[in-house]
T-cell receptor
Framework: DAKTTQPPSMDCAEGRAANLPCNHS???????VYWYRQIHSQGPQYIIH???NNETNEMASLIITEDRKSSTLILPHATLRDTAVYYC?????????FGTGTRLQVFP | ETGVTQSPTHLIKTRGQQVTLRCSSQ?????VSWYQQALGQGPQFIFQ???????GRGNFPPRFSGLQFPNYSSELNVNALELDDSALYLC????????????FGQGTRLTVV
């Protein structure tokens, strides 16, 4: 499974959009991009995933570049409850390889 | 609420002992994976079970073993506990295959003293 690179931390004002970037330059054609988040000491929460098209659900939007080498997770209106560690994962198998993620701090 | 339940939520064991952790997968999910998360780190893949067979394993010694039952629930067994086994143990269930979502339980916090 391809490796991902994320910034270690980001801040976002409550009510603003949070844009979390992820680089996955070695992604191969059959690998999906997944996003999970983990709020302190809880199990990771599935957010969204995609292969090559942009995806949107009730939680977030996922924008994947045309060459698929990077992606952005967008939380359209961040709230304090969105403060968490966000993991970008590239996978072709059932195994999830977690990196160190991005710690998103939403402030009032 | 993911429908994946783990028990117990917390556990304290003594070094050298054995422990069994349990996971009930979401209804209809035939694949269960186990992860170990040490403090301050991301979860690390231990192994995966698909239809009662182990079909993938991470870099963990043989004293970490598992089972999956016909109803797709699963157990993680750890023998000869070491202090470094103290961690949050997570299980995730899915339908299996790329492009499917995996949903996690809330984990079991194991402390080895």
């Amino acid at each position: 499974d391809a490796k991902t690179t994320q910034p270690p931390s980001m801040d976002c004002a409550e009510g603003r959009a949070a844009n979390l970037p992820c680089n996955h330059s070695t992604i191969s054609g059959n690998e999906y991009v997944y996003w999970y988040r983990q709020i302190h000491s809880q199990g990771p929460q599935y957010i969204i995933h995609g292969l090559k098209n942009n995806e949107t659900n009730e939680m977030a939007s996922l924008i994947i570049t045309e060459d698929r080498k990077s992606s952005t997770l967008i939380l359209p209106h961040a709230t304090l409850r969105d403060t968490a560690v966000y993991y970008c994962i590239v996978r072709a198998t059932d195994k999830l390889i977690f990196g160190t993620g991005t710690r998103l701090q939403v402030f009032p | 609420e993911t429908g994946v339940t783990q028990s117990p939520t917390h556990l304290i064991k003594t070094r050298g002992q054995q422990v069994t952790l349990r996971c009930s997968s979401q209804s209809g999910h035939n694949t269960v994976s186990w992860y170990q998360q040490a403090l301050g780190q991301g979860p690390q893949f231990i192994f995966q079970y698909y239809r009662e067979e182990e079909n993938g394993r991470g870099n963990f010694p043989p004293r970490f073993s598992g089972l999956q039952f016909p109803n797709y629930s699963s157990e993680l067994n750890v023998n000869a506990l070491e202090l470094d086994d103290s961690a949050l143990y997570l299980c995730a269930s899915s339908l299996g295959g790329p492009g499917t979502e995996a949903f996690f339980g809330q984990g079991t916090r194991l402390t080895v003293v």
